[in-house]
């Protein structure tokens, strides 16, 4: 995944770190809205056989027809 690609993708899953605990979102998921709590958001591209993992420290997920995550900061796991 391109660093600038982190604004836009389109994947198969995205698992975040929910303040209630851990949620994985697939396509046509219920609409929801939480808190994300410091940890590690995994996402799978159609396109690549192995997840993306990036460091996120906490912000906001949305999830309407698409999903929408806010965050504070994000670092990839390969750079930590």
């Known amino acids: 995944m391109q660093k600038q690609a982190f604004s836009q993708v389109e ?3 995205v698992v975040a770190p ?3 605990g851990e ?3 697939y396509p046509n ?3 929801m809205i939480s808190t994300i709590k410091p940890g590690t958001l995994r996402i799978k591209q159609s396109n690549d056989a192995e997840e993306v993992l990036i460091y996120i420290s906490g912000g906001l997920l949305e999830v309407q027809p698409g999903v929408l995550l806010c965050w504070r900061t994000l670092q990839c796991a390969d750079t930590i």
């Open 11 to 13: 994947a198969e899953f």
């Open 18 to 20: 929910a303040s209630a």
């Open 23 to 25: 949620v994985g979102i």
């Open 29 to 31: 998921h219920a609409p």
